[in-house]
């Protein structure tokens, strides 16, 4: 009696569906169900990203796997198509655990089941962090774009009100200009209200019966104008994460009378200094108190001997002085622990090759999809130009269509260029990774004092003093590579849940 099988292909979005071939997917996926004699009983075809929201259709397959009562191999063609992440994962793990499940990893080779040794469940979580390591790259490459266009001058937002969104026709690039229908009446805004006059209530009114409507043509609330008139942005600054910067777009009101409005308003903004200290301390702010969760102190004595200091267990009205060796050799043994024996970091390596390959194909299918998109908007902008030219379009239509294609087109060419960094970073960071964790003691010996505080912020997620034992938790991946070399069955060898080689 052969076996029930669930088939899974998905691509992230709509954009994707035909580069990534879903159809591709289930020719390959039922290919590999008839050579390993396994009855598909359901085929999904999932449009959603795995990164995003609840994934209800992921859901589905998961509820539809449950009421089988009998293990269902469900077959993937690579891990990345059902997960970039871990969240899905104690979900698969208890089907796992219960034999309710089987996972088939059609490119990896890699099948698993209740009984699947170690090195099996390291390839499938490697797989789910290098699935993620790319993803992550991808949003790194967004918030650097952003970090750049603030660096720049340029808002990275919708325009405040007052000030619309727009191209540049010479540039193609994207801007800010005055809004000609209300810029005028918000600078009435801030005039008015610095004469102290009005509260934010009569105001309010009074706008509205000015004309001032948001763009979609509601009137202005109370809560938008008590945030409008504490903006920046009108004079001549952006505030963005508790910075200031200057933009490059022309202000609305000026800097003295945007300091009229604060006079007359209650609550100022304040800030605060980041606390240092005097001595270069290798765990200053990187540990918690477990008893209090307050930050560990640390204090010198004679010039030399160096405490932290947190609270006792027993007695939390007591404090606890521990010698900062001690502590020191407890987080270097940690570091010792993230150790991979050669011969599985070579089988990791080459599993890491294999993955990546299913990276390149997403990344090759995302530069296809979108290199398409951006030859349909070039040729659409050459039609548009023509209609104008023949006058079937008015001007009008034909400036708003032309903004509409050239902002589009520009935000191609970003994305475009983000997937092709993203990609670079990638390769290099997950090699990296499994490198340097194999060095992770040697590296933190070498270190200075920086450079261990910046090794142990990447190795630990949690890092706590207990009286003067230390307890910790580690970041991914660290937490799936710690003690391998502790492990007999870690030994490369032929595995009987792996498929054979056709």
Known sequence: MSRKAVILARVSSKDQEEGHSLDAQIRNLRLYADRKSLEIIKEYTLIESSTKGDRPEFMRMINFVKDQKAKVALIVDTVDRLQRGFKEKPLLDELLEKDLLELHFVKEGNVLSKDANSTQKLMWNMGVVVAQSYTDQLSDNVKRSVRHKIANGEWPGPAPLGYLNSIDTLTGKKTIILDPERHYLVKRVFEEYATGAYSLAELGRKAKDWGLR??????????SLHDLIQ??????????????????????IGKELFDACEAVRTGRGRTQAASETKYPFILRGLMTCAVSGRKVNCDIKKGKHIYLISRDPA????KIWANENLVLEQIRDVFKSIQIPPALLAEILNELKKTHRSEQEYHNAS????????????????????KYLDESITKDMYDRTHN??????????EMLERHDAGDEQFRI?????VTLASKAAELFDRSQTDEKRQLIGYLFANLQMEGEKVRYSLKKPF???????????????????QRPSD
């Open 214 to 223: 948001t763009r979609k043509g509601k009137v202005v609330s109370h809560q």
């Open 231 to 252: 903006k920046p942005f009108y004079y001549g600054m952006m505030f963005i994460r508790g910075e200031f910067h200057p933009h490059v777009y022309e202000p609305l």
């Open 315 to 318: 007695n939390p009205d007591k």
């Open 367 to 386: 530069i296809k999809s979108l290199n398409k998109e951006k030859e349909l908007v070039t040729k659409r902008l050459d039609s548009l130009m023509e």
């Open 404 to 413: 509409q294609l050239i902002q589009r087109r520009q935000e191609i060419h």
């Open 429 to 433: 960071a997950v090699t990296t990774l």
């Open 479 to 497: 937490n799936l590579l710690q003690d391998l070399g502790d492990y007999k069955e870690w030994l490369p060898g032929p595995d009987s849940n």
